[in-house]
């Protein structure tokens, strides 16, 4: 081996392990960020109230933040658990996740759209009529819940069924609380909407609630139950114990949007493949290692199909073998249609699941394309080249004699002097190519009649 490809093999493996070193680091960062998240100020009372703030679309974030506040509710005794919803809706699988770990809390729970300018909005909507107790913020409005498709409009079929699923949906969790369950089945399928006042004059919701302390005042005396067990909510005038979104949950959130992870594998993917096409280069490969930790960190809390994975991992595959073997493009074929496949079926979850928008999967798959079909033609244009280096790169040069052959003698090339044969004599000075190279010794014949005897 070379001692130019030993130093491109040990310069390419301390990249990787840099690479590895950095992208361990910030997911030892983001386990204790969330470990952190998940702790907070225990041991509560059962002479207080908790507080939790669910904001931005409702996705598997929303849901897990949820689930470990009614756990700590739960758990500490707390008198009731207080949700702020601020939400233009999101997944409906999450929703439902949510809507069931409402309905089965051993602890009243307090739905709030607040503050004013908040909406409760599409999967809101089910959230805040599943709470024991629903208020509103005065300016704050509610509605709007027909299922849409992330990847585009649904067919006639598959959007009907979406729609009928929703509003029984609806109409199910208004009977459990006892509200109007013709409101929330015309908010799925004619998207009719309400303010915080014509919210409360339609039974959507129980009452209005500018302050927290206004809105435990109000729920105080109220009844939860679960199954047939009646109980009186003891709220008015509680101290409220408050999870904030801390550092682990704020970057999840950021990351945990379908299209955004897929974003972020892409990226990795391209800054690793720069990496390994150009050893030394440092920052393709250690972004693309940070890129692909944080793509599989945002995975892991969504509802992944491991066979789009693997489409879109021997997608990379063909497109790092295409490099390296001369398919004429076949590889690259072959990991365009991986891509697309893998892409489409990424997610599960059927029509009502994680999906990826159309846009983001022709983008990315026009784009890798486009890279490939470049590296691939740069390849075939290099193999058509006339070779410049080498013994093989000599064949072919047109150089002058520097001193007279009788057979032998010597030729200039470059800034060089070469030992140089002829079947015939030649003269100094005469123009002569090169036909061949034995060793060290130049096999050449003269171009014209002139240095001929």
Known sequence: MSSSRVRRSGTAARILTRALVLCTCLAVAVSVAHALDSTGAGGAGAARALVVRLEGPVSPITARALHRAIDRAEAGGYRALVVEIDTPGGLETSMRDMVKRILAAEVPVITWVTPGGARAASAGVFVVMSGDVAAMSPGTNIGAATPVNLQGPMDSTLAHKATNDAAAFARTVAAQRGRNGDWAEQAVRRAVAASDSEAVALDIVDFEASTLPELLARADGRTWRRGAERRAIATRGLPVDRIDIGLGQRLLALIAEPNVAYILLMLGFYGL?????????????????????????????????????????????????????????????????????????????????????????????????????????????????????????????????????????????????????????????????????????????????????
Not at 286 to 310: D, R
Not at 349 to 377: C, Q
Not at 384 to 403: D, H, L, N, P
């Open 273 to 453: 493949l720069f990496e390994l096409q150009n050893p030394g280069a440092i920052l393709p490969g250690v972004v693309g290692g940070i890129c692909i930790i944080l793509a599989f960190l945002a995975f892991s809390t969504l509802p992944v199909n491991s066979a789009g994975v693997a489409l879109i991992v021997l997608a990379i595959v063909f497109f790092l073998a295409e490099i390296k073997v001369a398919s004429h493009g076949l590889l690259a074929a072959g990991g365009v249609i991986s891509l697309i496949l893998g892409s489409i079926i990424l997610f599960e979850g059927g029509g009502s699941g994680p999906r990826l928008s159309w846009s983001v999967i022709v983008g990315a798959t026009v784009s890798t394309t486009a890279f490939f079909l470049w590296i691939v033609g740069a390849g075939l244009r290099a193999q058509k080249r006339r070779v410049t280096t080498g013994a093989q790169g000599m064949v072919g040069r047109r150089v002058v004699i520097g001193e007279r052959l009788a057979p032998g003698g010597r030729v200039r090339v470059g800034d060089e002097w070469w030992n140089a044969v002829s079947g015939t004599p030649l003269e100094p000075g005469t123009e002569v190519e090169i036909t061949g190279v034995d060793g060290l010794v130049l096999r050449v014949r003269p171009l014209s009649k002139e240095g001929s005897s």
